[in-house]
């Protein structure tokens, strides 16, 4: 029978992750269903498992000048609830699960889960989000984007944790997520889309854009958007059918069972030249 | 195997077990409360709803460990209060209840919300509801029952 680790300190949780090879469990919501065999079974995880959701200091949400930081175990409901976190993320919190999920569900765990379709990474990859995560003997700061190196991989070792989602506070004069999905709650997105801009006297000073399911983590390209900063809002509304080919190559999605790849590809594109088209 | 100690329908409790077990399997096969029911299973239908620390969870993807010093109120603690007789009355007014399966997680949901929002609008009520699938009423009139149960219940929350 697998051994399970129940800390309710990080020290302790530090520790236990430095002498064992574990399996790590936060709200569950996913983690559960990945490791049941079917419905009504006995969950079967095949390793070791070590329980983090009891650890109190890792439920902390506070800021400094630059950032918000968010405890590994916070809940969804929590951060959503949080005025010090940025309104976009809060906005695309609402729309995953449902209020049972988000109530056990944790950022930490949507990143560490890296699927494809995770909703919150679409909002956290623009707004530059950077993941803490420590060992016993290490803490250290990554990019999410750096953080998440394929479908459901990541770049963490056998001893560390996710302990704090860190992001830079952006001022913006509009952002918004969209999600398309089959139901408004508890749904899996067949794609998203998260865009924000900021604008002074009709020229662009920031713009960002971000694809979520339509490649093995969300599609973002710093480069292309650095092309439109400081033009004229008329200017880049011009260059629409260039912007949209530039994503040609990065939208390649996969058929599933939530969708097919010309559906989610012509969907992404329409969600860009919409925010494109309704910049002001 | 841990020993895990938490407060369930006002009771405390400590049981050795397996903390990989699902809360769900814990209440039904060891304390006997069968009004959580296994819908999906996999925490998109709301039937195994309960309430821990207040607040609506998913009794079938909240693993055991996680219940450590939480407290826990299924349907059957829930049905000793005040606030459960006012929604009851308002589900019984409203017509909210045909197959009833959905219902005891209906119940819950709608204490969760109340208890975080007692003046909820129609798009909160919706909101607050949205994890909880029933095949039956077409949500209408659960949607009214707790609009109901809003108003006859104030103070209450």
């Known amino acids: 029978m697998v051994k399970s680790y129940i800390p309710l300190t990080l020290d302790e949780c530090l520790k236990i992750l430095n002498q064992n090879e574990v399996k790590i469990v936060a709200g569950g919501t996913d983690m559960l269903i990945q490791n049941r065999s079917h419905t009504s079974m006995p969950i079967g995880f095949k390793t070791d498992v070590l329980y983090i959701s009891n650890i109190e200091e890792l439920k902390k949400i506070y800021e400094d000048e630059e950032f918000v930081y968010i405890g590994s175990c916070c809940s969804l409901e929590d951060i959503m609830e949080n005025e010090l976190v940025p309104v976009l993320l809060r906005d695309t919190i609402l729309e995953m699960g449902s209020p049972a999920i988000r109530h056990t569900a944790t950022l930490a765990g949507n990143i560490g889960n890296a699927s494809p379709a995770g909703d919150s990474l679409v909002p956290m990859y623009l707004l530059d989000t950077l993941v803490e995560v420590r060992s016993i003997n290490n803490v250290r700061k990554v990019a999410l984007k750096d953080f998440i190196t394929g479908v459901r991989r990541i770049d963490l070792n056998m001893d560390e944790l996710i302990t704090k989602v860190i992001i830079p506070k952006i001022s913006y004069s509009n952002g918004y997520f969209k999600k398309v999905g089959p139901r408004l709650s508890d749904a899996i997105s067949k794609l998203s889309f998260a865009g924000l801009y900021s604008v002074s006297n009709g020229v662009l000073k920031d713009i960002r854009f971000a694809f979520g399911a339509v490649n093995v983590t969300v599609v973002r390209r710093r480069e292309l958007e650095e092309k439109l900063i400081g033009k004229k809002i008329s200017e880049v509304k011009e260059m629409i059918e260039e912007i949209l080919k530039w994503f040609e190559e990065d939208i390649k999605p996969i058929d599933d069972q939530r969708s097919n790849k010309e559906y989610r590809k012509k969907i992404s594109l329409k969600l860009l030249r919409s925010f494109i088209e309704n910049i002001e | ?157």
């Open chain 2, 1 to 157: 195997m841990a020993k895990i100690k938490f407060k369930l329908n006002g009771e405390f409790q400590e049981i050795y077990t397996n903390p990989s077990r699902r809360l769900l399997d814990v209440l039904r096969d060891d304390f006997n409360l069968t009004g959580p029911k296994e819908g999906c299973g996999e925490g998109e239908c709301g039937a195994c709803a309960v309430l821990m620390n207040g607040e609506i969870v998913n009794s079938c993807s909240v693993p055991f460990a996680n219940v450590i010093n939480k407290e826990i109120i299924t349907i059957e603690g829930f049905s000793k209060t005040k606030r459960y007789e006012v929604i009851k009355d308002a589900f019984a007014e409203a017509g909210g209840v045909q197959c009833g399966f959905c219902t005891p997680g209906m119940i819950i949901a709608t204490e969760s919300l109340l208890n975080k929002n007692p003046n909820p609008t129609d798009f909160e009520i919706k909101i607050g509801l949205s994890g909880n699938l029933c095949r039956c009423t077409g949500y209408n009139l659960i949607i009214e029952a707790v609009k109901i149960a809003a108003k006859e219940g104030e103070g209450l929350w």
